[in-house]
């Protein structure tokens, strides 16, 4: 079993709304330090396969499902 | 400048009905070895402090804004 992590993020070149208001939020709150938030979605994927497929199904799923490639990019990582 | 991620999950008690709706439609696509999968929040933040500075100010925004303490976990980790 492998387990397997994916990030996807906006581009650098779209805007991230969601990242803008929360970044808002946490000057309101006095924490002025913080200078920019850009926000994700991360998730967890345990495959019953050994590592090299693991990695090649969840890039298929990546690219395929948790992606819209025109908007996002995906990172996928191997979990120790 | 110091860059912090952020990962915020559904504790393990805590069914995540977004990640099996998400592993059923891996399932349909013929993704049959995917056994598991959880999706959570990712955050990266930017913040005009020093390593220890940062963290701790994530820290409190992890707790009091990013994540809902009843029902999520979350994790601090400091980007090279």
Redesign the interface.
């Known amino acids: 079993?492998t387990k397997v992590k994916v990030?996807v993020?906006y581009k650098e070149s779209i805007l991230d709304p969601q990242?803008q208001a929360?970044k808002m939020?946490?000057q309101k709150?006095g924490?002025t330090?913080?200078?920019?938030?850009?926000?994700?979605?991360?998730?967890?994927?345990?495959?019953?396969?050994d590592v090299a497929?693991?990695k090649a199904?969840v890039e298929?799923?990546s690219e395929?499902?948790?992606s819209n490639p025109n908007m996002e990019t995906y990172h996928v990582e191997i979990m120790e």
Chains 1, 2 share one sequence.
């Not at 913080?34 to 495959?47: A, N, P, T």
């Open positions: 079993m990030y993020m990242g929360v939020a946490t709150m924490f330090e913080i200078s920019d938030i850009r926000i994700g979605k991360y998730f967890e994927i345990e495959v019953d396969a497929t693991a199904q298929a799923i395929q499902l948790l």
